[in-house]
Nanobody, 118 residues
């Protein structure tokens, strides 16, 4: 089983920045595709960014493109999300996940709350 632990959330004003971190442990494949999701109150969880282990494939949702940047450590077990120019619409609980067998796992961490005040 995969364990995921997110950190780095907080309360910021519009235009501010935050850097989220996620550590994956347990039965993770080497160099997996990793991604960040978010879930705002009353909304479904959505994928906002993802990347392959060697940066050959990177995805950003339209809502965060140009403002967020995903990266990972060399070992491949940590993924980060640099969030700049934050907007109140970015307020959500942010989660990370990894792909195993081409699918996102059903193992979710506790998430980290990001709140952007106007």
């Amino acid at each position: 089983q995969v364990q995921l632990a997110e950190s780095g959330g907080g309360l910021v004003q519009t235009g501010g920045s935050l850097r989220l971190a996620c550590r994956a442990s347990g039965r993770t494949p080497s160099n997996p595709v990793m991604g960040w999701f978010r879930q705002a109150p009353g909304k479904e969880r959505e994928l906002v960014a993802a990347m392959s282990w060697n940066y050959s494939g990177t995805y950003y949702s339209d809502s965060v493109k140009g403002r967020f940047a995903i990266s990972r450590n060399n070992v491949g077990n940590e993924v980060y999300l640099q969030m700049n120019s934050l907007e109140p619409e970015d307020t959500a609980v942010y989660y990370c996940n990894v792909k195993i067998g081409g699918r996102w796992t059903g193992c979710w961490g506790q998430g980290t709350q990001v709140t952007v005040s106007s």
